[in-house]
């Protein structure tokens, strides 16, 4: 059984990156990072399974490039946090968005809490 820091340090570093993947359907992905009762707010917008889906696919189609950097992680028992960068190319575009989040893992070690904020570093540039 994996640690809650290294099941932090997997969904920071594979999740990205399996979402915007065409290999593995998305429904899969959000099922192996978190569990089926999950909570989770983006800027303050409630991301159920059916919204959190449908940016999975926009964003395949959009910006099918991802790199992630990670700055810091705290983890306290359950509880996680981690300030992050994601860099995508948009339509050819790059774009750099700076994330916090914080977040609470299941027993399994999968999400079952998270509430993040963005901040947008770099837009895409015409």
């Known amino acids: 059984m994996t640690t809650t820091a290294e099941s932090l340090h997997l969904y920071l570093t594979r999740y990205p ?6 290999a593995e359907d998305p429904e899969a992905v959000v099922d192996r990072y978190f569990t089926p009762d999950y909570m ?8 159920d399974r059916r919204r959190l889906l449908a940016h999975a696919r926009a964003v395949r189609r959009k910006a099918p490039e991802t790199d992630l950097e990670v700055q810091e992680t705290v983890v306290e028992g359950r509880r ?24 609470e893992m ?3 070690g999968r999400l079952s809490r998270l509430d993040q ?7 895409p540039t015409e």
């Open 17 to 22: 990156k399996e979402m915007v993947s065409a």
């Open 40 to 47: 989770f707010l983006s800027d303050g917008v409630a991301q």
């Open 80 to 103: 996680v946090s981690a300030r992050y960068t994601v860099r995508a190319t948009i339509n050819g575009r790059r774009m750099d968005t700076e994330i916090y989040m914080f977040g």
């Open 106 to 108: 299941a027993d399994d």
């Open 117 to 123: 904020i963005t901040r947008v570093l770099k837009r």
